[in-house]
């Protein structure tokens, strides 16, 4: 006899399953929470640099790095082998125009002036003997004409004389014809003898002349070899300062070799490096800021140098007249060129790292500045801290500039 067996149901939802569905639940939910806290990043806030976007004219500047030069350079060199006797004054030292920066000697120079000065002194006592020759000589025909004109006036009275006798027979016509010509004779060389004086005072004026242009000649090299002695005293030659001294003492010069070298002190202007990358920006007449880390100082882009030196070009700045205190030959500045203005854009400070013309990803500060979503930014033209801001933000819009290329999530908490 079959005995029929009834299946027991078993009851799905009892209160042990219960409990273990909910805990199934808690532990998905717990690893879930884990898991996105781990991928959770949280940023403190003071050690990041945010930046707001703004709207407005921003100036296009090219920074560079230099120093103040003086505009007015004078380069002192010997004219003469020499040898340093004595060094008065140092690099840095204030000038005028007639300090004596070093003092040279050279014997054979002072013997030079010596023997120069003597022959000069002979010549001038050649000219004194000459002029008491001169005047001799003069003295001598002046003699032999008051002669002649003694003898003329003579003969002219004896003329005069016969000349009254001969109608009455007394004196003959022969003696008579004598005394005419006699009396002729002497006129023409009175006449001779005037113009032999005045020849010969033409002659001895160019003798003096001669002997004058000698004692030119000769006070010109006296001159010439005096001012090279005098010159053995090193002058700065115009107001300024001592910017370079390159001698020691007891060296030996020779001619030409460079002594000091002076500079201006008001007259100045800025020698700056800019960046080879930027310098087709850079043009002549931009208006240009120097900062001497006390002032500021407004010049103008006077020169490009044509040459790169280390992936720099050198620009050459004019500074105005009236400098401040603070300016000084030799001193470091920095420069900032305006090369052109950008009418109503946006921009923002620039982040870390950051070029013009590029796309990057930053994040985005919400309103209540706790969260952070990333958002990509389109940049235009960089300007000193500033770079444009063509796409992805609107004026008011902040940013978190610091570098963050090492985080990849799009949100991020700031604590």
Same mark, same amino acid.
């Given at each position: 006899m079959d005995i029929v067996k009834q299946k027991t149901k078993t009851k799905l939802i009892n209160p042990q399953n219960i409990f273990i569905l909910i805990g199934l639940l808690l532990l998905i939910t717990l690893i879930v929470f884990t898991k996105s806290s781990l991928n959770q990043v949280n940023l403190a806030k003071k050690d990041l640099l945010f930046s707001t976007v703004k709207k407005g004219d921003l100036d296009v500047t090219v920074e560079g790095y230099g120093k103040l030069t003086s505009d007015k350079l004078q380069l002192i060199t010997t004219l003469t082998r020499a040898t340093v006797k004595e060094i008065i004054l140092k690099p840095g030292a204030a000038v005028s125009s007639e300090s004596i920066i070093v003092k040279l000697a050279n014997p054979e120079l002072l013997q030079k002036v010596e023997n120069a000065q003597q022959e000069l002194s002979q010549? #001038?006592?050649?000219?004194?003997?000459?002029?008491? $020759?001169?005047?001799?000589?003069?003295?001598?025909?002046?003699?032999?004409?008051?002669?002649?004109?003694?003898?003329?006036?003579?003969?002219?009275l004896r003329r005069v004389a016969e000349e009254k006798l001969v109608k009455d027979g007394i004196v003959s016509e022969l003696t008579y014809k004598e005394s005419v010509l006699n009396e002729k004779q002497l006129d023409k060389r009175i006449t001779i003898l005037h113009k032999r004086v005045e020849q010969l005072s033409l002659v001895h004026q160019e003798g003096i002349n001669i002997q004058q242009e000698r004692i030119k000649q000769q006070q010109g090299k006296l001159n010439? @070899?005096?001012?090279?002695?005098? #010159?053995? $005293?090193? #002058?700065?030659?115009?107001?300024?300062v001592l910017q370079k001294l390159s001698v020691k003492?007891?060296?030996?010069? @020779?001619?030409?070799?460079?002594?000091?070298?002076?500079?201006?002190?008001?007259?100045?202007i800025a020698l700056v490096r800019v960046p080879q990358s930027q310098i087709q920006l850079v043009e002549v007449g931009q208006q240009v800021e120097i900062d001497t880390r006390q002032d500021k100082i407004i010049g103008q882009v006077v020169r490009i140098d044509p040459i790169v030196t280390d992936n720099t070009v050198e620009v050459e700045i004019a500074l105005p007249s009236s400098l401040p #205190?603070?300016?000084?030959?030799?001193?470091?500045?920095? @420069?900032?060129?305006?090369? @052109?203005?950008?009418r109503d854009v946006y921009y923002i400070e620039r982040p870390a790292n950051t070029k013009e013309q590029t796309k990057v990803e930053l994040y985005k500060l919400d309103s209540d500045q706790s969260l952070a979503t990333r958002v990509s930014l389109t940049f235009g033209k960089k300007t000193g801290r500033y770079i444009e801001v063509r796409s992805g933000a609107q004026a008011g819009d902040?940013?978190?500039?610091?570098?963050?290329?090492?985080?990849t999530e799009k949100e991020i908490t700031i604590n």
């Open positions: 010549i #001038k006592a050649n000219l004194r003997q000459l002029r008491i $020759n001169q005047k001799r000589e003069l003295l001598d025909e002046d003699g032999r004409l008051a002669e002649l004109e003694s003898r003329y006036e003579t003969a002219k010439i @070899a005096q001012d090279r002695l005098d #010159k053995l $005293n090193v #002058k700065a030659g115009f107001d300024g003492l007891g060296q030996s010069l @020779a001619p030409g070799q460079e002594v000091a070298l002076i500079g201006s002190v008001t007259e100045l #205190k603070s300016a000084r030959p030799q001193q470091s500045v920095d @420069a900032i060129i305006t090369a @052109a203005t950008l902040q940013f978190i500039i610091s570098d963050l290329s090492n985080y």
